[in-house]
C-alpha cells in the first residue's frame, strides 16, 4: 500500500490539476501505517510542486475536524491514508467530502460509492482469494516463513462523476477510461 502513495497523489494531480497543496488524512494511533504512507506522499509531493499538509484523526470528531481543518488551509484534494479505521469509516469519509467540497481519494471502492471522489488500490477480493490459498497451504503443514511474499498486482480505480459534478470538477476523459467503474 506504501507504494501506492505516490500514484494516488498523482492520480489527484491528474483530476484536479489547479491544486496547489493538499493534504494526508492519517490516524496517529496507526503509526507503522501513517509515517511510511506519509513519507511516500511527501517525496512526491515536491516533485509534482505541491504542498502537502498532514490532518490527523482518530475517531469520528477527529474526522470531521481533519475536514474542517482542510478546508481552513484552503487545500485543492485530500487524500486518505489506508487504515483500518478509515475503511470503517466510509460513509462519514463520504458525507464529508461533498459537504465540505473538497475532492477526496481513498483507497476503498466502498468510499466512492458513498459519495466519495476516487478510490484506487489492489483488488481486495484476489487478495483475500489469496489469503485463503495461504491459509490452505499452513493447515497442510507448509511453514509460514516459507511462503513466498504475495502483492497484488491488479489494481482499480473507481470514479464517482456525481461527486466530481458536485464539486465542480470535470474528469479528463484518459482519467475517465482508466477508470473500472463510474458511479453516475
Aim: hydrophobic share 45%; no cysteine.
Amino acid at each position: 500500500t506504501f507504494e501506492l502513495g505516490p500514484k494516488l497523489l498523482q492520480l489527484m494531480h491528474e483530476l484536479v490539476p489547479a491544486a496547489t497543496s493538499m493534504a494526508l488524512l492519517v490516524n496517529p494511533e496507526n503509526p507503522a501505517i501513517a509515517g511510511p504512507f506519509r513519507r511516500s506522499i511527501e517525496a512526491s509531493a515536491g516533485t509534482l510542486g505541491l504542498k502537502l499538509h498532514v490532518v490527523q484523526a482518530s475517531d469520528a470528531r477527529g474526522i470531521e475536524a481533519a475536514f474542517a481543518s482542510a478546508v481552513q488551509l484552503q487545500i485543492g484534494a485530500l487524500l486518505i491514508a489506508p487504515d483500518a479505521f478509515f475503511s470503517a469509516q466510509v460513509a462519514q469519509l463520504g458525507a464529508l467530502t461533498v459537504s465540505h467540497r473538497i475532492p477526496t481519494l481513498s483507497g476503498r471502492r466502498e468510499f466512492t460509492a458513498a459519495g466519495g471522489l476516487m478510490s484506487y488500490s489492489g483488488n481486495y477480493q484476489d487478495s483475500y482469494h489469496t489469503v485463503g490459498q495461504y491459509l490452505g497451504r499452513i493447515l497442510k503443514g507448509e511453514k509460514p516463513a516459507e511462503l513466498p511474499i504475495h502483492q497484488s498486482t491488479k489494481l482499480e480505480m473507481f470514479l464517482n462523476l456525481k461527486t466530481a459534478k458536485a464539486l465542480g470538477l470535470s474528469v479528463p476523459p484518459l482519467l475517465l477510461a482508466q477508470a473500472d467503474e463510474v458511479i453516475e
